[in-house]
RNA sequence: CGGAACGUGGCGCAGCCCGGCUAGCGCACUUGCUUGGGGUGCAAGGGGUCGCGGGUUCAAAUCCCGCCGUUCCGACCA
């Protein structure tokens, strides 16, 4: 392709919107504009990188037997209504204002719609369908550049079992698929197990990259390679342990005593005999939470607990609920509480929490003794530094981006929507779906903030959008021209597909700099100075290593560059 | 949705606080010359409803009010 007939509007200004390197890069590469927030348009040379990111993700769907499907993005309202949906995603799915149509944010309605007029017998399954689409949602926020639109491509494939264990052969599947997607890609990613959240289903992991500007916070262990959503995520720090004796309750006073590193102070003893109460309202039913300490609750792993939505409470209802402000509450003495507490105080005793009461607090509680407990759970956030919970070494935790997530998600859309089967027995059967899904411009824009430097992008082969980068210097060199004009044929009819910068324009200076922010591994210099003896420079964009070459060897040299 | 900032030729910005000549600078663009291995140099040009609406004033890019848009922090994130 001919720069000087061709669109790739490459920049040399920061754009001042953009504030992570891939969205910058994207932008000065003239390989994205945006149209409004979270809305961009793929220029020419930003979509045929992005479908070199579809060809991978869909050659190894295709290596596990999926079949592409195309799906409507309009979908009729009343399909989302009867999965419950439309709630579900409230302000977050797309209405239309003159049909009563939405647009799909994701796709288990349509394809359970289809499954369900078609898999009528154990013998049709199992199935993958897979569509690589666009998808829209009302994000409140978007931001970093692609990775967070609001309309935004995604490979999503669903699996249709007749058994569980169908589904975990399509589960480990799609596992490994996605290893090989992202590795052929050339990113560095780690799996993580992950919440299954609202989406419903039993297991789930996701696909995450390390970055600083990742919205997901993960915690990873250098040593043994643990890796966990901090929804999820677990340490192995100490847990209170029980002391012999358990000592007779007793009201104390300390006045004006807030928060726990106060009580600590007050109190002079260790933290863990500290436990903090938190008060929830679930429906009308208040939830006490006790965590050990400074210990922080982990709302995700409340939510789990809990099974369904909650609320924190309001100031004046905590003062009518139990008595006392925030600071001063505890679980004696409580009436119509639900009292849940996090694992790490379980088997406590001679514990210190509030008396309901302001500034009086209530010592040598036994949680055995003293407390009806109607569950123990893991509910604190696990911080950097604490143990791996598999091989001891400290934590790190890290923001991290999600590239793919995958469910087991059972029967939760075939129930709803009625997609049922036949089993051996003649029995009517709801399909086990499994769902899958990764961001596409995520992993170009992954890639691209894992490789970046300061004069721009540097590419893969495998994602490049062009294989050499074929850079004719001195355009009032005649023997310059034709050599580079000869080259570039040359190549073409090699099948190598080349970015020919032709521009008579342009100052070499110009040249190299625009080379080197599009980023192609390979740039091939045709100048004066090696011409003369019949040579040319081949310079990798990674290394910035140069070879001068023969003429006569540019084909043989760029095959072999290709392979490695 | 809560908090904050910004909005001035295509891009990056100055001017605004303290109202007053024809609204400026760099990049990009056009033309001519120049240069030709790391965003050449010189010269001459074109291009602006100062986000939108209202108000104050003799006079508004500048002050006041409302709205819209964009970005950041938070909430949310299937």
Known sequence: MRLSKNFIPTVKEIPSDALIPSHQLMLRAGMIRSLSAGVYSFLPLGYKILKKAMEIIRDEMDA????????????????????????????????????????????????????????????DLPQIWYQIQMKFRNEPRPRSGVIR???????????????????????????E??????????????????????MGGSASQEFMLESESGEDTCTVCDGCGYAANMEVATSALQKAHRDNESKAITEISTPNVGTIDELKEFLKI???????????????TPILVLMMGNDQLN??????????????????????????????????????????????????????????????????????????????????????????????KPLRVVNAIELGHIFKLGTK????????????????????????????????ACFIEQNNDKNGIVWNNALAPYHVHLIQVNSNNEKVVSIAESLYKKLQESLVDVLFDDRDDVSPGFKFK???????????????????????????????????????????????????
């Not at 001679?350 to 607090?361: E, F, P, R, T």
Request: with cysteine; aromatic share 10%.
């Open 270 to 284: 260790e933290e863990r005999y500290l436990a903090k109460s938190l008060v929830f309202m679930q429906d009308k």
């Open 64 to 123: 596990i037997g999926g079949q592409e499907f195309y799906l409507p993005a309009l979908n009729p309202i009343e399909l989302w209504e009867e999965t419950g949906r439309v709630k579900a995603f409230g302000d977050t799915m797309f209405h239309l204002k003159n049909r009563p149509l939405v647009l799909a944010p994701t796709h288990e309605e349509v394809i359970c719609s289809i499954a369900k007029n078609h898999l009528k017998s154990y013998r």
């Open 514 to 564: 625009d080379a080197d922010l599009i980023g192609i591994p390979l740039q091939i210099i045709v100048g004066e100075k090696n011409v003369n003896s019949g040579n040319v420079e081949m310079k990798s964009r990674s290394t910035g290593k140069r070879d001068i070459i023969e003429i006569s060897k540019v084909c043989q040299y760029v095959e072999k560059f290709l392979e490695s």
């Open 177 to 198: 698929a996605y290893k090989k997607m992202f590795t052929r890609a050339g990113l560095k990613f780690f799996i993580v197990g992950a919440s299954s959240g609202a």
């Open 149 to 175: 639109g609001r309309q935004f491509f995604m490979k999503d494939s669903y699996s249709l079992d007749a058994t569980w264990e169908g589904l975990d052969v399509n589960y480990d599947l799609h596992a």
């Open 413 to 444: 859309y075939s129930d709803a929507l009625h997609a049922y089967y036949l089993d051996e027995n003649g029995k009517e059967k709801p399909i086990i779906m499994g769902s899958y899904g990764i961001g596409v411009e995520r992993v170009v």
């Open 299 to 392: 709302e995700s792993k409340l939510l789990s607990a809990l099974g369904s939505d909650f609320r924190s409470c309001h100031p004046d209802e905590l003062k009518s609920l139990t008595g006392a402000d925030a600071g001063s509450i505890g679980p004696i003495g409580l009436q119509g509480f639900k009292i849940i507490v996090d694992r790490r105080l379980q088997g406590g005793n001679n514990l210190v929490s509030g008396a309901n009461k302001n500034d009086y607090h209530i010592a040598n509680i036994d949680l055995q003794r003293d407390i009806k407990i109607d569950g123990y759970f893991d509910l604190r956030t696990v911080n950097a530094g604490e143990p791996c919970p598999k091989c001891s």
